[in-house]
C-alpha cells in the first residue's frame, strides 16, 4: 500500500505541477520523437536538417521536414557540377587493350609568388617557391617579360629575356623548394611598367602537357622608379639591418627581451630589426616588441599564411631572400642569425670597427660559441629567477672535432640571393677566419621555453655532463648589468614585469 501510494503521489505531483514543467515534458517527447524520425532518414540529409530544425522556432516536425527536403532537393539540382567522363579503356585494331588514366587535381602549384623587387636600372629580382618534385624530375624555366609605362611609339613595346634560376635553399625543399629568379634585361628598363613571369613546367608532371603559366610579379609607377632611383643613389638609411628568420611555436617573453636589449644595444642607432611572425609572436611576444616598435626600431611581419605551402623550416629560406631583396639598399651590412644566438665582439672593438675592417669582404661567417641551457653557478642559488638568461647561463661547450652552424653577415649590394647559415651567390669575396674579432653565443632551446632554464647548479670551472665537457665562460655574464641600464634608459620600466 505504501508504495501505490508512493506511486499517485508521484503521478499527482507531476501532473499538478507550474506550466512550465508542463512545457519542458512536452518538448522532450517532442525531441525524442524528432530523433526516432531523423535515424529513419537518408544519410545525407541528417546534418542539414539537424542545423535548420535548430533555427526554425515553431513548426510542426512534418512541416520542417518537408520543407526542408524541398529545399535541398532545389539546391542540388541548382548547384550539381557534373564530374568530367572518365576515359575508359580501349580496344585497339590490333588487338591491344590500351588502358585509360585519369588524373584529377593538382600535387602542387607551379610558383608562388611572395614578392618582387627591382635591383637596378635593368635587373629585378622575384621570390617565390615552386614544386620540388617538378625541379627534381623536371626542367622548369622561366621567361621575364617587361612592358613599360611609355607610349612612346620609338621605344620598343615588349623586352623579353630567360629568368636565371636560383635555388638557395641547398635542397632542403619539401613540397615546395625556394626559388629566386633573376631577370636581368640586356637595356635599362626605366619610367616604370609591368615585369610579367612566363613559367614553363617542361616535364616533371604530366609529359602530355608543357604547361606554361603567366603571372604579374610587379607593378611599377613612374614615381615609384623615381623612388627607387633616389634611394639607389643616396648612402644607406642604416648601418647594421637584421633579416629574421620564421618565428614559430610558443616563445619566451623574457628571452625575446634579453635578445633584443642586447642587440639594439650592440649595433646602435642606425640599426633596424626585421622580426617574421610564422605564428611565435603571441601576445607575451608582442608585448616585448611594441616598445621598440614604437622607438623605430623593429619592423614587424606577419607571414603565417606561408604555413599553407609545406617548405623547410617554415619557409625560412624564403623569408630570409624576401629580407635580402626588400632592404638591401637600405643598409650596409645585413646580419643573419636566430633570436636565441648574441653577436659579441671584445671589449676595445665596436661592431662598427670590425665591419670597417672586413669592408673587403661582400660577406663573413661568425664562429659560435655553443653555451648549456641547463648549467648555472651555485652561487645563484636561489636569485637564479632575477637574472637574465645569457646571465646565468655560463658553462661553454668545449668538445672538439665538431662542426658547428656559422652564421653570416653580407654588404647586401653584392648579394643576388642567400641562405640561412651564409650566402653562395655573392660577388665579392668570402672570408671565414674571424676568430677573435667577432662571435656568437648559442644557448639552444631556451627561446621556447617557460621555465628556469638553471636546473642544475654547479661549483667549478670545468665539469663533464652527458659526455660532453664544459667550461664556465662569464663573458656574457659581465656585461649584463650594462645591457639592464641600456633598455632602462631607452624604454623605461615598462618590460620590467614581463615573464618567462
Known sequence: MTKEKERKMFVGIVWNCAAELKFILTAILFLFSLITILQFMPIRFSNNLATTCISVPSFSSSTIIDSVSVSISAINASTAVQPPALAKDELLENGVIKRAFNPFGSAAYNFILMSAYRGGINTFAVMGLASKPLYVYGKPSYLCEWIPNTNDSTMQKHINVTGTKILPDWGYGRVYTVLVVNCTFPIPVVDGGKLLIHATTNGGGDSKFNITDTFLALTESEQDFTNFISTFNKPPKYDFLYCGSSLYGNLSPQRVREWLAFHVRLFGVKSHFVIHDA???????????????????????????QERFDGYYHNQFLIVNDCLHKYRFQAKWMFFFDVDEFIFVPKKSTIKSVVNSLSDYTQFTIEQMPMSNKLCLEEDRGKSYRKWGFEKLVYKDVKRGIRRDRKYAVQPRNVIATGVHMSQNTVGKTT??????????????????????????????????????????STMRDIAGTVKRFELKMIGSTLQKTRQ
Do not use: S
Open 279 to 305: 605564428g611565435g609572436v603571441h601576445e607575451g611576444v608582442m608585448a616585448v616588441l611594441k616598445p621598440w616598435i614604437e622607438k623605430g626600431y623593429v619592423t614587424l611581419q606577419d607571414i603565417r599564411d
Open 432 to 473: 671565414h677566419k674571424t676568430e677573435g674579432r667577432i662571435k656568437y653565443f648559442h644557448y639552444h632551446g631556451t627561446i621556447a621555453e617557460h621555465r628556469e632554464p638553471c636546473r642544475q647548479l654547479v661549483n667549478a670551472t670545468t665539469i663533464t655532463v652527458d659526455q660532453i665537457p664544459y667550461e664556465m665562460d
